[in-house]
Nanobody
Framework: QVQLVESGGGLVQAGGSLRLSCAASGGTLSNYNMGWFRQAPGKEREFGAAIHWSGSSTRYADSVKGRFTISRDNAKNTVYLQMSSLKPEDTAVYYC????????????????WGQGTQVTVSS
C-alpha cells in the first residue's frame, strides 16, 4: 500500500512560483507513473501533469503547458511539480496520484492518491 503526501502549497501572488512535492512511503514510486491533478471549488477534479515511471515522458494539460514542470527523483521516492507564472485560476487543491498505467488523464486509473495541498493565487 503506497501512501502519498503532498507538500509545498500556500498563498502566492499572481505571477509567482511554487514547487509542490509528493513523497511516497510504503512502496516504490519507480513502479508507478505519476500524475498531478487539481480541484477548484465547485469544479470537477482535472488532470494537470503526468510523468512516466522512467521519467522519459511527460504530459501536460493545455491550461498549464509551458508554466508547470513535472519531475521525479526515484531515489528519493518523490515527485515534484514546479509551477511558475501562476494565475488566479490555478487556485485549487492539488493532488498527486500513482498509476501502473500510462493513461495519464484518466483519474480512475490512478490507484493511490494523496490528501491534497491547497494552492491559492491572489490577483
Amino acid at each position: 500500500q503506497v501512501q502519498l503526501v503532498e507538500s509545498g502549497g500556500g498563498l502566492v501572488q499572481a505571477g509567482g512560483s511554487l514547487r509542490l512535492s509528493c513523497a511516497a512511503s510504503g512502496g516504490t514510486l519507480s513502479n508507478y507513473n505519476m500524475g498531478w491533478f487539481r480541484q477548484a471549488p465547485g469544479k470537477e477534479r482535472e488532470f494537470g501533469a503526468a510523468i512516466h515511471w522512467s521519467g522519459s515522458s511527460t504530459r501536460y494539460a493545455d491550461s498549464v503547458k509551458g508554466r508547470f514542470t513535472i519531475s521525479r527523483d526515484n531515489a528519493k521516492n518523490t515527485v515534484y511539480l514546479q509551477m511558475s507564472s501562476l494565475k488566479p485560476e490555478d487556485t485549487a487543491v492539488y493532488y498527486c496520484a500513482a498509476s501502473p498505467y500510462w493513461s495519464y488523464t484518466t483519474a480512475a486509473l490512478y490507484s493511490y492518491w494523496g490528501q491534497g495541498t491547497q494552492v491559492t493565487v491572489s490577483s
